[in-house]
């Protein structure tokens, strides 16, 4: 943007970018303010290059603390398409996951989708979008459900391109961070039971725990459900899988 802007390349109509009237974020004063004092473009350039800018920052999850309502509001003014697309996506998934839409993710999985679609409907990947290097084969290991059911969407709707590709991790990861692991697989019951008795327990039982795509639950003693005991000593009656860590 401030690129092209130096060697006098501005907007001559309006692309891919909201309408600057129907613009309603917080951040449009400051924009305006910004072209104002360090630009000389006429009041028309300002609202195309207004229009862009905000249309840039807020696909790239650029405008902090912006609100489920503002987030909905920008994209019903300028993408309906990208709600369907979400409407979609949540459709699908709920038929392979049973997800909760009185949970405290679901409006902001909600949020993000439709944030992603706006990026992929209204940017390409040389104007938005970084491709990055990920690591497949550790994802769909760690993953599988996340990965099969977001590969599946997108090969199911979508012809196969670099911005499909991206459109893939964007929701791999969006799920990942949203969803809880509950959903994922049914509970590993782990016993943590050392000798150094409760504080070393509570280390060893936080640093379990820190495998987030794991559905963990930790028991200070074995029982019928224990799926692996973890020690610094062998149990004298198991009746599970252990691991002796000395």
Known sequence: LF?????????????????????QLAIKPMVINFFLDTTTLTQAQIKLETSFLCSFLFAGNLIPKISTNASLKFIESSCKPALDLTA??????????????????????????????????????????????????????????FFL??????????????????????????????????????????CVDFSHRKSYNHFISTSIKSFKFLNILIEPSLSNKTNLYLSDFKPTQAHCDYIIWK
């Open 88 to 145: 979609l996506f949540l459709k699908q998934l709920n038929k392979q996951f049973d997800i909760q839409t009185d949970a405290t993710y679901y409006p902001l999985l909600r949020k993000e989708l439709n944030r992603i679609h706006y990026k992929f409907l209204k940017f390409n990947h040389s104007d938005l979008m970084i491709y990055f290097q990920a690591n497949p084969e550790f994802l769909k290991e760690n993953y599988p459900d």
């Open 149 to 190: 059911f977001s590969e599946s969407f997108i090969q199911t709707n979508f012809k196969p391109t670099e911005e499909t590709t991206i459109l893939f991790y964007d929701y791999l990861f969006s799920l990942i961070r949203f969803l809880p692991a509950t959903l994922l697989n049914n509970p590993i019951y782990v």
């Open 3 to 23: 690129q092209r802007l130096f060697f006098g390349n501005t907007l001559k109509k309006q692309e891919m970018s909201i309408h600057f009237k129907d613009i």
